[in-house]
């Protein structure tokens, strides 16, 4: 029996095949012809004695041995990158790109203020930021698709290491014209007879608030008078600026809002909300240097608080 071996380059592609389920978007990644990417797998399955892929209509999945490859490959291609930037490095090169994950809130209200800092001290580095919710974050950290996250609840995956970073705060959203406006804060059983306007799952927020309210006794979230769904936090401030309901949202992401007037935050009583955005990483990879720069740099900006606050109009 001939032993087994394979090139970097066709565990770049098979990966690239397995992350997007798809030859043809696979290859314009790669920049090759989808008959070439076919051919290249073709030789990878003889090399290794087996079959890596499972062609399901459209859709492609990894066999159980593909998934076994595929495990190995992202960490060796990690390693190669991480080679590379090193030598860079090691050669006063610094410069290449990083992938940054942000949930909704830091996503959209704090990192891209704060990695314009980052870019204008490290010009040659390009941070790439992607935003979804907490969970998608999580699993793009966990599957190598995304070097560093940052998420609005403590992950509970033992595989990623989770640093503090900025404190936040969640409020009640109403509009500027509804019956409890002025008030500073309405009762737990009030809420529940409120329409109310539910973030997707896998949001932070929720998952938070959901945790809150079970703490209190409390029924939990899906016990509130949900008229909507909706995926990110600027979808939900318009439902409540057009009267479709209330909702738990970050305080950062309200600061336009309560300074225009157009909404007004209450507390819930005895019900304090606050919470923290916390780093992730997965600790089974090695971290590049650049990775390395990025996380520093978060970590320092969450020890000084002008880098989380709102410090112009964006």
Request: charged share 25%; glycine share 8%.
């Amino acid at each position: 029996m001939s032993s087994i071996d394979f090139d970097l380059r066709q565990l770049e592609i098979f990966v690239k095949i397995v992350d997007l389920k798809s030859f043809s978007k696979a290859a314009k990644v790669v920049f090759l012809a989808q008959a070439s990417v076919s051919e290249r797998i073709k030789t990878l399955e003889e090399m290794v004695g087996v079959q890596l892929l499972d062609r399901l209509g459209r859709e492609i999945t990894p066999t159980k041995a593909g998934e076994l490859l595929y495990k190995h490959a992202v960490l060796l291609l990690d390693m190669k990158k991480t080679a590379c930037l090193e030598m860079q490095e090691f050669m006063g090169v610094k410069r290449g790109d990083i992938g940054l994950g942000g949930s909704t809130i830091p996503g959209e209200y704090i990192l891209p203020r704060i990695l314009g800092i980052f870019c204008r001290e490290h010009p040659s580095i390009s941070v790439k930021l992607s935003v979804a919710d907490s969970v998608n974050i999580e699993t793009r950290v966990l599957n190598g698709g995304l070097e560093l996250g940052v998420i609005g609840s403590r992950t509970t995956q033992k595989a990623l290491i989770c640093q503090e970073l900025w404190a936040d705060e969640l409020v009640l959203a109403i509009p500027a014209k509804h019956r409890w406006a002025g008030r500073e804060m309405i009762s737990v059983e009030a809420l529940f007879q409120e329409p109310f306007i539910l973030r997707e799952r896998g949001s932070g927020t929720f998952t938070i608030f959901d945790k809150y309210l079970r703490t209190a006794g409390e029924r939990g979230v899906n016990s509130l008078k949900a008229v909507a769904r909706l995926g990110t936090s600027t979808a939900v401030k318009e439902g409540i600026k057009a009267g479709l309901g209330v909702s738990i949202l970050s305080s950062r992401a309200l600061e336009t809002e309560l300074d225009s007037g157009l909404l007004e935050a209450l507390k819930i009583e005895n019900l304090p909300m606050g919470r923290s955005f916390y780093l992730i990483r997965d600790k089974r990879r090695i971290s590049s240097p650049l990775c390395r720069a990025l996380c520093d740099f978060l970590l320092k900006s969450s020890k000084d608080s002008t880098y989380g606050e709102k410090s112009g109009p964006d």
